[in-house]
């Protein structure tokens, strides 16, 4: 599972419309209306309700949770739960992860009324199965079949590391999306889905959803969901203060001065941890760059305090400085012995003699390369996104310190998503998936199986293009071992790997975080009641607005 960031692309029209969403979407609404305000600071969207596809609207502001259900409900916040049965009310695998069985929930029904089934479930996989550009985890579907209640599953090989992955899957149902001639293109105007809301209206600016009449469990308190996309950071931390947005998932410089402060009461924020990991992706393809000397050098003079204190307020993403790129506490006990007390620490000198050690020089204080020309580099990010942009203000810094001269170019979101898509960049912030082991964060940076050449679209992971067989082959025997003995070589394989060729600078640890507010609403997740994390783009929103009251 991917934990998305905001997509903040300030453009003229979204900057125009901020004014007005404070207006028509006052906080105070809330309880008299039924009314859930939810906001994420992503610009402009264009109608797109597939929620297969994480470019999607109905992805991009997190509604497609609300029409969609899973199978399972996980926790990532406490990874050692049990999945919670959803449509699913029992799964079990077999064969070493081979096989799933799925006894699918009777009682339930779409939103046109007909009834949701087995053979639903089952399509669902078909429908991944025969479609890559819909089944974006990669998740290797074989063998499917149904008999009455029954769903059973099989795989080419074990799906250890893929299990949340499928559980969570949503399912969509058969008789709407067989008559579609290209699911992956599918812009699905009228969604039907099995969860208790749908689409009401749908504007590029704001998206409503509106309670069903009936549905399978008790019905939500919530009687309607007002989804406002903001233009950037700022105008939705000005929502949030005012009252006009009640949950949603950005980056707060200043969140007591900006946000909490305003209703002390109220105003509230939870950002938990989880395992998965933001940072400096190189373009492995690029020169001077496709060098692990190069990178291990640059790796050792960022200043990972300075881009936690600044880049991301001390609270957004946690340091991360094990030179493995493992976060801490999260992932303290998969670190190899070797590594355990090996944390990065900003080493100018030392950094500047590996790199004299490797084969380049220094002109006065420019960096040449071993074909004699200058060292540099362009970092890319989307404009709204601040915290990723100070952070690479402060990279920068740091490279100029050993002599590489680098630039930042602030593009819009889109812009930013196709260059990374097609590799036309020389590095940027970015993010893994995150999972219930390491696996995810080492198979999102280095496996073989993700990679595609520079042009070639389509990319899930390994942006930075990096190959190398024998993090291939160890990312497969973790997923593939047959016990716990087999997954430690694999992972401590990994780690030497990775700080070998270093394909990118770790920095930060992911969060399952968000901002809401209780003066109309409680029920929400926090340190005291861990049941989900609490970003409203995520798998377990439905879950949250299943528990939300309102506060009087």
Known sequence: MRLRRVCAAVTATALAFTGACSATNPGSAGNSAGVLNVGMPNGPQTENNNPFLNSSASSSLGYRRLLFEPLAMVNEVKVTDQPKPWLATKFSWSDNFRKLSLTIRDGVAWSDGKPLTAEDVAYTFELLKNNPGLNIEGVPYQDISFSGSEVTVGFPKSQFVNQKKILEQFVVPKHQWSTFANPTTETLKEPIGSGPYTLKSFTPQAVTLSIRDKYWQELPKVKELRYTSYSDNNAQTNALASGAAEWSFTFIPNYQAAYTSKDPKNHKLWFPPVLGVHGLWFNTKAKPWDDPALRRAANMVVNRDDIFTQGEAGYFYPKVDNITGIPTPAGESFIAPQFKDKKVTVDVEGAKKALTEAGYTFDGTTLKGKDGQPVTITLTVPTGWSDYVTDLEIIKDNFAKIGIAATVNLQNAD????????????????????????????????????????????????????????????????????????????????????????????????????QYSTKNWVGWPSEQDQYAPVQPTLENALDIVMKLRPAS
Do not use: C
Request: no cysteine.
């Open 415 to 514: 812009a930013w998503t196709k260059a990374l898509d097609t590799g036309d960049f020389g590095a940027a912030m970015h993010w893994t998936n995150n999972g219930l082991t390491l696996y995810d964060i080492y198979q999102s940076i280095m496996d073989g199986a993700l990679y595609k050449p520079i042009g070639q679209t389509g990319v899930n992971g390994n942006y930075g293009r990096y190959e190398n067989p024998a993090a291939t082959k160890a990312l497969d025997d973790f997923s593939n071992a047959p016990d716990e003995s087999v997954r430690n070589a694999a992972l401590q394989e990994l780690q030497k790997i990775f700080v070998q060729d270093m394909p990118v600078i770790i920095t930060s640890a992911a969060n399952g975080g968000g």
